[in-house]
């Protein structure tokens, strides 16, 4: 069987994408090794999204996927592990089958950056999260740490808020980085602390290897320990692009690199959303790309040979 297009990810780029796709009478599948949504999935409110006061990243993502499946986009639950570039024929390998299209859209988004300090990793889901949406509940009546100033961190700081007895903002830097709107959130809660300045040195344990608190150099270069009951971090994003690295694609931080058509530097193969090497990381802009990736990738199609 030779796709039309295969979407790796279906995320809010991925998923607009296969809409736009299907539409256009195109034979089209997406491809996702873990949940439809993307990383809005783990995201407790979401404000900004043209035609939505406010909802959760969850109803979001089943809004987007209930949108797909009702105009029968075909959805595949694997990994991409390679995409090898034939001319006109794309080959898109999982550990499971290889299928073939004609185009290729990258929508594989980002993970998060972990810190790689000491204790970090036999934490890592037993006391540390990436993911407030996730697991704040679990935090209910305690206290907890965030780690990271921008977006992110500060509106699940703010979620966290409304859980827990104590929020300590943790931040590398002089000032958050958060957008304005967000930090007035933030700073109306009662129990937040917010240390600026402040490099985490190591996650501190207690006698039976679970979380204690986390270690900080402050702004004064001094040493403390924070005691915590739960730590969320948010220190940056790491793109998915392990699948496509050897076509030369994407740049030193491994973000693709593509034109305002979302085309890379191989024709028929296109990147969409926050996996791109971009300015701004949002659902808006996400979905944005999705719809000018196919836009391009229609034109590419009525010359393919």
Known sequence: MLYDVLII??????????????????KVAMIEKYVPGGQI????????????????????????????????????????????????IKKVVTPNQTLETKV?????????RKLGVENEEILSSKGI????????????????IVIG??????EEAAYLA????????????????ADLKAQEILKSKDNVEIKLNAKVNKFVVDEFNSLAG??????????????????????GLIPVTDMVKELGITNKFGYVEVNDKMETNIKGIYSAGDVNAKQIRQ?????????????????YLETWE
């Not at 100033?149 to 500060?154: A, H, I, L, Y």
């Not at 409304?162 to 980085?177: E, F, G, I, N, S």
Request: proline share 3%.
């Open 9 to 26: 990810g279906a995320g809010p780029a991925g998923m607009t994408a296969g809409i736009y796709a299907k539409r256009a009478n195109l």
């Open 41 to 88: 999935v783990n995201t407790a409110e979401i404000e900004n999204y043209t035609g939505y006061q406010k909802l959760s990243g969850y109803e979001l993502a089943t809004n987007m996927l209930n949108h797909t499946e009702s105009i029968g986009v075909e959805l595949i639950y694997d990994e991409v592990t390679n995409v090898i570039d034939e001319g006109s």
């Open 104 to 112: 290729v859209i990258i929508t594989t988004g980002t993970v998060p």
């Open 129 to 144: 999260s990436w993911c407030a949406i996730c697991d704040g509940p679990m935090y209910k009546g305690k206290e907890v």
């Open 149 to 154: 100033g921008g977006n992110s961190g500060v």
């Open 162 to 177: 409304t859980l827990t007895t104590k929020v300590t903002v943790v931040q590398d830097m002089p000032q958050l980085t």
């Open 214 to 235: 986390v270690e900080i150099t402050n702004a004064k270069g001094e040493i403390e320990v924070i005691k915590a009951d739960g730590v969320f971090e948010y220190v």
């Open 283 to 299: 659902v808006v802009t996400a979905t944005s790309d999705g719809a000018i990736a196919v836009q391009n990738a229609l034109k």
